[in-house]
């Protein structure tokens, strides 16, 4: 007896058990393989597809966390963050870390006198201008309000903190442009620099804060100008001369 292949008739054609019939149709094994295979991989298209997105929101969520809503700084609760963190790098290396606690000055007028819109243009506005004047391994967070936080890791000393003051005052100072009106405002910064004003980061806050206060004390003081002064009683020595000279507000 010859041994073969077994076969079946199927509408009147021999065809091996390989292929089997399911609602009329005729298909193989290898043809339900590949469609799962098919399946599988549109469902792993779709699974990264998700969890991509997924990422991309919890990264949105995270930025909006870190960041303020006006001008996208850091705000203060990643501001505490990333000083802690400047510090601790700055114990284990040896290192200074500076800090800038930086209050506007005429911010108040121009926000009342041309509303928040107006404001909120003026604050954009300096935090980019502070932002052009530090390095890109510094960190401007905006506090609150019109004030602002610099801090500047891995720094040789006070001076070069004093520096990076005195070009962001400067940079600050340039006039603002409102509704056609040129403004002028000024930066009032106090400095500390860590191991030297403190050993964390409240300190050297406490000690940044107290200095920019004491500035802006200092500077809201009445100014007494020459007119007002009482004018000395000319000489009887002087010359007629220079007694109208006196008089005349010559100075």
């Not at 206060?213 to 002087?238: E, F, H, I, T």
Request: proline share 4%.
């Amino acid at each position: 007896m010859a041994y073969g292949r077994s076969k079946m008739l199927l509408n009147g054609e021999a065809v091996t058990p390989k292929a089997v019939q399911l609602h009329g149709v005729v298909r193989s094994p290898d043809d339900d393989s590949r469609r799962e295979l098919d399946a599988l991989r549109s469902t792993n298209a779709r699974l990264m597809r998700e969890l991509t997105a997924l990422k991309e929101r919890e990264a949105t969520a995270q930025r909006l966390a870190d960041r303020d809503d006006l001008t996208g700084l850091y705000n203060r609760r990643r501001m505490l963050e990333l000083l802690d963190s400047a510090i601790s790098e700055a114990a284990q290396l040896r290192q200074c870390v500076g800090l800038l606690f930086i209050d506007l000055n005429g911010f108040k007028g121009v926000n009342d006198e041309y509303g928040h819109a107006a404001g909120d243009k003026i604050l954009i506005a300096a935090a980019m201008r502070i932002t052009a004047r530090v390095r890109t391994g510094d960190f401007v967070c905006r506090y609150g309000g019109d004030e602002f936080v610099v801090i500047l890791p891995n720094v040789p000393d006070a001076s070069a903190v004093t520096r990076v003051a005195d070009t962001v005052r400067d940079r600050v100072a340039l006039p603002y442009w409102i509704q056609g009106q040129e403004q002028h405002l000024t930066a009032a910064i106090g400095e500390s620099t860590y191991p030297h004003c403190g050993s964390n980061a409240e300190e050297l806050l406490h000690r940044a804060d107290q200095a920019m206060y004491r500035l802006k004390a200092r500077l809201s003081r009445p100014m007494v100008s020459l007119g007002s002064l009482p004018r000395p009683r000319p000489s009887r020595r002087r010359s007629d001369s220079s007694t109208r000279g006196t008089e005349g507000g010559d100075l």
